[in-house]
């Protein structure tokens, strides 16, 4: 059971190359989330996904697209990478229910884009 | 405008002693708080949570208060151990399935 896994680690970028990052989960749950955190502003959620074949947009969604695989992989998609995307990335997915409200986050995927 | 707020970017206590997380909220539709912890290169992993129609939740050393009037929560960490030392994050359910987080407050435990 490895809950949930980003690929890759780390990666470097030039500007306007595009890249996909990988997530996927093994908790069978609904719920999937893309978040960056950068210095001082906590997570920022750029998508969320609340299920197989959905996906909404969160609080910065520009210059992302995502698409959300199967039940078990949600990936996001920079087309066009610029240095604002510099960034560590992580992946989450949720389970909740009556008195149950938790994410399990990956380990993270770290972005320098030049 | 930050709708969760942590304005203590970082805190010091004593080992064995109590450490107190505080996060303020601007948004009354918020209907579901939690606090994550964050080691270095880590993801963050799940510590407590609190639904809005309580006012306390424990869990072991962990306490979570809300203060619905004055939108503010905290979290309560007895005794202080240098393992607790890390970044802390509150975060707010919102509409839908949208969850807002606050900056965080690193903690250090001295021992």
């Known amino acids: 059971n490895a809950g949930v896994t980003q690929t890759p680690k780390f990666q470097v970028l030039k500007t306007g190359q595009s890249m996909t990052l990988q997530c996927a989960q093994d908790?069978?749950?609904?719920?999937m989330y893309w978040y960056r955190q950068d210095p001082g502003m906590g997570l920022r959620l750029i998508y969320y996904?609340?299920?197989?074949?959905?996906?909404d947009k969160g609080e910065v969604p520009n210059g992302y697209n995502v698409s959300r695989l199967n039940k078990r992989e949600f990936s996001l998609r920079l087309e066009s990478a610029a240095p604002s995307q510099t960034s560590v990335y992580f992946c989450a997915s949720r389970i909740s229910g009556a008195s149950t409200e938790t994410q399990y986050f990956g380990p993270g995927t770290r972005l320098l884009v030049l | 405008d930050q709708q969760v707020k942590q304005n203590s970017p970082s805190l010091s206590v004593q080992e064995g002693r109590i450490s107190i997380l505080n996060c303020d909220y601007t948004n009354s539709m918020f209907d579901y708080f939690l606090w994550y912890k964050k080691y270095p290169a880590e993801g963050p992993t799940f510590l407590i949570s609190i639904s809005s129609i309580k006012d306390k939740n424990e869990d072991g050393r962990f306490t979570v208060f809300l203060n619905k009037s004055a939108k503010h929560l905290s979290l309560h960490i007895v005794p202080s151990q240098p393992g607790d030392s890390a970044v802390y994050f509150c975060?707010?359910?919102?509409?839908?399935?949208?969850?807002?987080f606050g900056p965080g407050t690193r903690l250090s435990v001295l021992p």
């Open positions: 975060a707010a359910r919102g509409f839908g399935q949208n969850f807002v």
């Open positions: 908790m069978n749950h609904n719920s």
């Open positions: 996904s609340a299920s197989e074949g959905t996906t």
